[in-house]
């Protein structure tokens, strides 16, 4: 049985930082481009950082410079560096492959920003 699972969100205060991981069981990922996809309340559902299987990285210009994404593919885990947080940043966010998404979600991780 494949599955994506996260971790590794909380509650952070703004200009905090939290590293969260993506852990995939059931087959190897290594080969598939892998991103960090995020979902605010009332919002469509967004990818905020990519990286493929060579290692090269993509991110939306609203985290770009703040967070830092990686991969260790004989873990078969990626992870997500997040940096000077805002309450923007606020959403529940899930792993998934790129460019289209499996149909392998995980229940994702809620990262909070608040003061």
């Known amino acids: 049985q494949v599955q994506l699972v996260e971790s590794g969100g909380g509650l952070v205060q703004p200009g905090g930082s939290l590293r969260l991981s993506c852990a995939a069981s059931g087959r190897t990922f290594s080969f598939d481009g892998m991103g960090w996809y995020r979902q605010a309340p009332g919002k469509q559902r967004e990818l905020v950082a990519d990286i493929t299987s060579g290692g090269r990285r993509n991110y939306a210009d609203s985290v770009k410079g703040r967070f830092t994404i990686s991969r260790d593919n004989a873990k078969n885990t990626v992870y997500l560096q997040m940096n000077n947080l805002k309450f923007e940043d606020t959403a529940v966010y899930f792993c998934?492959?790129?460019?289209?998404?499996?149909?392998?979600w995980g229940q994702g991780t809620q990262v909070t920003v608040s003061s």
């Open positions: 998934n492959t790129v460019p289209s998404a499996s149909r392998f």
